[in-house]
């Protein structure tokens, strides 16, 4: 990396930081050439000022420019296109991590599989999921809610104790989605093995997970 590209990254990263999102820009712009590091260092910095739109448009200006995508690359722009639903260019995306062997990547991978359920890719993001050798809890969140807001109940909560013996620990998210799952499916089985870890892991006073566990209790006809 040349000193113009360190320095403009750097500066990129700082200005984006404290919200300057103008300042940085205006660094990125006067770069006369930007590599992946400062491309990159914009794109994280459009994410974090929530300038979503502008990510997609910097990976095909990379692309046109003959600028190397690297898995930050991929990242960032998955997480915009996720939050966008923009399936056009985030497939695009999809391909090139792909065809850049990147799929296999946690990070990448995790970012894949929330792009694709958000967009209502689920069989596609399932296939992703089933190849990743490493899943994350935020991966595992994503699948089992796609699941779910498809009211494919019975598979989302099967996948439950599968994140569980896979040595993760679920998060409030994972067990609001698994207490709905639990409600929707009538499985009282696994809804008790929820409600336990709900406890074991100390999560019963969140106001999301409490809200859960009283809608699983009422489906599964466990009125307290």
Known sequence: MSTENFLAAKLVTVYSDLGFLGHARKMFDQCSLPETAVCNAMMAGFLRN?????????????????????????MFSLKACASLLDDEIGMEIVRTAVRKGFRLHPYVGSSMVNFLVKCGYLDDAQKVFDGMPEKDAVCWNSIIG???????????????PEMIGGGLRPSPVTMVSSLKACGESGLKKVGMCAHGCVLALGMGNDVFVLTSRMFSNIRLGKRK
């Open 50 to 74: 929530q300038q979503h739109t502008e990510v997609p448009k910097l990976f095909r200006m990379m692309g046109s420019c003959n600028i190397e995508i690297d898995t930050y690359t991929c």
């Open 146 to 160: 796609g699941y779910v807001k498809k009211g494919l109940f019975t598979e989302a909560i099967q996948m439950f």
